[in-house]
């Protein structure tokens, strides 16, 4: 759309704070360390936006880990994320103190908010970016994406539109350091909400009944792919797994191959790790999952084939077959524990 | 109860290959196909009218070839498409898009129900369902599992990442769809060639009462830099050598090199 806005108007980086129970997201403080840099570039305030019951030391919290100002929507009507509150709230507030940019991550919440958000605002929004930096130059926010299925990556900016908006796909950002001598300031919104003007009502709200594995937080990983083989290859990676103390991870393919639960699949339509140690067992390379992965520290690949593109990426290769190698492995380490 | 269901036609990204040469993407010969997605959107809107009655139209932007995903759509069973094809559209983002399909919805008028997939496996986004939500003031009810009337309200299994929620809207409301809820169904021979007979109208900038400006590329907040192949590319790889009992003791030496045993 044409846009009516005097952009030199608006100043600040926002970043939007998930929380559960006062608990904030490890997304948002992804987010709050990626802000810090981002601000320092523009030389503005990072303010963190929050919104939930009884918040006060969550909000304390987030200076810790960066934020200059903490806006605080406490009410007992935003326990629980809505639509319309949430928007109608953020809005409302960057109408009036413009940020010209504002950062929500790629989460269920992040996404089914920022997207509305974006439209209230007249405001471009790019979607579960990769990377975010400023062009010093133009002071223009640059974000980084997977497109066409993640085979390609895009970079994609917004000159005309305030604030300039993006949601980070989890575990993209490294996490910032707490550093519990920050100080800031946090302002607490004034709020008048009823429950009756809220069109949507939630009747129930449970946790799901999955087991619920979040491979974001192991710091070893071992991921089998099509080239590992079967069903009973998958058992052995397990055992693998186990004995480096970390989680299996897994390709999209062997997650559609039923070996895997979704929760456990890496890459582009999966999540996004960055362990100590990710182990790729029969992983060909695909940039689908190594988008999800390459960022680990220290990356072991094994493949039967030589050229198999993953060996681009690993710091260490073994050409061989995983059916083969893996208990190899899982007897020596079995032999040095005792 | 009349739903619509807006539907994208997308490359099949699985397909996609790469030129050994240049290491570019070949983009030419990749199939076309209805975001899978937006097939769980179709089912459910066509189970919603078996229980409820009413009519499903089905809706898609896009080149002249996008004709061939709503005769497919109508093919499922639904009971009337419309097409927004024009060169004013083309290069929409995601706020662009919703704009267009909002203007659409406003000349279709009466509807109970807009009904999205979560997302297209293209671009990922998930973003024109709630824009276009916004857009039209409606409730927006995400990440749908399950769907039911009760009551002349609607209400809405989500999952909302670990949370299993239970919502309730007034209608009109806009659902976007799970991929794994409302399997699609396999479209039966006669209603497949009953939709070759359907006239499909293809609506253009003149239809809809809108900016001019706010179409397509123009009319799209966010700009595309530049497109790249991503390079990963460490260099740096050393290869263990050996048979599997060699390998293994190189495996674990390495690891306790860097610490991590």
């Known amino acids: 759309m044409a846009s009516k806005i005097d952009i030199s108007e608006y100043r600040g980086v926002w970043v939007f704070v998930e929380q559960t129970e006062g608990e904030p997201a490890r997304v948002s403080l992804e987010l709050l360390g990626k802000g810090r840099e981002l601000a320092d570039k523009l030389g503005v305030v990072l303010t963190a936006f929050l919104l939930g019951e009884s918040v006060q030391d969550t909000a304390k919290e987030l200076i810790f880990f960066g934020a200059d100002e903490v806006i605080v929507a406490d009410h007992p009507l935003l326990r629980d994320y809505r639509t319309e509150l949430y928007t109608d709230i953020i809005s409302e507030q960057a109408m009036a103190r413009k940020p010209e940019v504002l950062i929500v991550g790629a989460s269920p919440i992040g996404r089914d908010l920022a997207p509305r958000l974006s439209f209230r605002l007249n405001a471009g929004c790019t979607a579960d970016c990769t990377g975010l930096d400023i062009d010093e130059e133009s002071r223009l926010f640059v974000s980084t994406r997977p497109a066409f299925g993640g085979n390609v990556m895009a970079t994609i900016i917004c000159p005309e539109h305030r604030p300039q908006m993006s949601t980070v796909r989890p575990g993209v950002m490294a996490l910032p350091e707490k550093d519990d001598s920050r100080e800031g300031q946090i302002i607490d919104l004034e709020l008048q909400l009823d429950e009756d003007a809220c069109k949507v009502k939630i009747l129930e709200s449970v946790k799901g009944a999955s087991e619920g594995v979040n491979i974001q937080d192991a710091e070893r990983i071992v991921a089998i792919g099509m080239g590992a083989g079967d069903k009973e290859t998958f058992d052995m990676i397990k055992e693998l797994a186990e004995l480096l103390d970390g989680e299996v991870g897994a390709t999209r393919f062997a997650v559609e191959a039923g070996w895997v639960s979704h929760d456990r699949q890496i890459g582009q339509t999966g999540k996004t790790v960055r362990p100590e140690l990710y182990v790729g067992c029969g992983i060909s390379g695909a940039v689908q999952h190594t988008a999800g992965m390459s960022a680990s520290k220290m990356i072991i690949a094994i493949n039967k084939d030589p050229n198999a593109e993953v060996f681009k990426i690993a710091d260490y290769g073994i050409v061989g077959d995983v059916r083969k190698v893996v208990p190899a492995i899982i007897s020596e380490l079995k032999n040095q524990m005792t | ?261």
């Open chain 2, 1 to 261: 109860m009349n739903i619509i269901v807006c539907i994208k036609q997308v490359p099949d990204v699985t397909e996609v290959s790469w030129d050994p040469e240049t290491g570019s993407l070949i983009r030419k010969g990749i199939p076309s196909i209805i975001n899978p997605n937006d097939k769980n959107a179709i089912e459910a809107a066509l189970q919603l009218r078996e229980m409820n009655g009413g009519e499903v139209t089905v809706i898609s932007m896009g080149p002249s070839q996008v004709e061939e995903a709503l005769r497919e759509a109508l093919g499922m069973g639904v009971d009337r498409a419309i097409q927004l094809t024009a060169k004013q559209f083309a290069g929409s983002d995601t706020w662009a898009t919703a704009y267009t399909l909002g203007l659409a919805m406003k000349k279709i008028g009466q509807y109970d129900l807009i009904i999205c997939g979560k997302e297209a496996i293209d671009g990922m986004t998930a973003q024109v369902g709630p824009q276009l939500a916004e857009y039209l003031g409606l409730p927006q009810l995400a990440y749908a599992m399950h769907i039911e009337v009760v009551d002349s309200k609607v209400r809405v299994k989500q999952k909302l990442g670990d949370l299993d929620r239970l919502l309730e809207a007034p209608m009109p409301a806009l659902i976007t769809v799970e991929r794994e809820a409302y399997q699609p169904r396999v479209a039966p021979m006669d209603t497949i060639l009953e939709a070759y007979g359907k006239e499909i109208p293809v609506w253009k900038p003149d239809d809809l009462n809108g900016e001019v400006e706010n179409f397509g590329l123009t009319g799209s907040p966010t700009k595309l830099r530049k497109v790249y192949t991503p390079k990963l590319i460490k260099g740096k790889i050393e290869m263990l050598e050996g048979g599997p009992e060699d390998v293994a003791r190189k495996f674990i030496g390495k690891l306790k090199e860097k610490y991590i045993l």
